[in-house]
């Protein structure tokens, strides 16, 4: 696949196919997209246990925008949406295709708002510093939705729903946060793992909600308590779960992994629906 037009053919018929899984993955430091550690090999494994996407669809926390927008480019550019990290870093390149035909069929499918085509952003660290490690070789076309920061977590939810059409076209749909996230209370001490107790009670409480299908609860996460309020105190990194969720069948159930506090205030827990 070395053409533009053998990227354009690889996504020109999407064809009905088996249901794709679900993901949500708690994504972390961007150095996780250079690193080798449980984290990035987890995402490795779970590429190879879960069928190869004809496309990916991200929701990364970090593409909030007035709206919703998807980015619809031939070739989405690699952005270094950080700062005061090393500069190997910010030399990653992950030269994924895109599929501007792809992103049309996405927008078409949701009604309950317009959906733009964006061709100015790309794919963020909450994108490819998870996705480089599940597919390399980026010979996979991955596409960003974005999160419309005015609307509350019944309407993120509500619109995953809408989108549930691509998970039988061979279109993996990964959701890119982190359940607990306080970086103004994170400890350098505990970096390479352990949580303040308040941030590990938080975790428990999402977990057991995610695993008991209580999705009300996880959408309405404000009246989940204090430690729960502590751990989301923006909504930016806990709602992209709300796609996750939002995909789940009835008879599908959701499986944990990388369930580690790191840094006392944030979590790495992924959610993998199948």
């Known amino acids: 696949m070395e053409t533009l037009n053998q990227f354009k053919n690889f996504t020109a018929n999407l064809s009905q196919t088996e249901l794709m899984p679900v993901l949500f993955m708690g994504h972390g430091s961007p150095m996780n997209g250079i690193e080798v550690n449980e984290f990035s090999e987890k995402w490795g494994e779970i590429a190879k246990s879960i069928p190869v996407p004809l496309a990916v669809l991200v929701v990364s926390a970090h593409w909030f925008t007035k709206g919703t927008r998807i980015t619809a480019m031939n070739f989405p550019p690699t952005i270094h949406d950080f700062g005061g990290f090393p500069q190997a870093l910010f030399d990653v390149q992950y030269p994924a295709p895109g599929s501007p035909k792809l992103a049309q069929e996405t927008a078409d499918l949701v009604k309950s708002t317009s959906i733009i085509l964006d061709h100015d952003w790309g ?22 939705l974005s999160i419309d920061y005015t609307k509350d977590a019944q309407y993120h939810y509500e619109l995953a729903i809408e989108l549930s059409a691509l998970r039988k076209k061979g279109v993996l749909i990964l959701s890119s946060g982190n359940m607990v996230h306080n970086l103004r209370m994170m400890s350098w001490e505990m970096i390479n793992g352990g949580g303040y107790d308040w941030a590990i009670e938080a975790n428990e409480k999402l977990k057991n909600a995610i695993l008991n299908k209580n999705h009300q609860s996880l959408i309405n996460f404000q009246t989940m308590g204090s430690d ?18 939002g995909l789940q069948n009835e008879n599908e159930e959701a499986t944990l992994f990388n369930d580690k506090a790191v840094g006392g205030s944030l979590t790495m827990t992924s959610v993998k629906i199948a």
Do not use: C, F, R
């Not at 963020?124 to 960003?144: C, E, F, R, T």
């Open 123 to 144: 794919l963020d660290h909450g994108a490819w510093s998870v996705i480089k490690h599940m597919y390399p070789n980026a010979n996979i076309p991955v596409l960003q």
């Open 228 to 245: 729960v309020l502590l751990g989301i105190p923006t909504p930016e990194h806990y709602l992209p779960l709300m796609y996750t969720l």
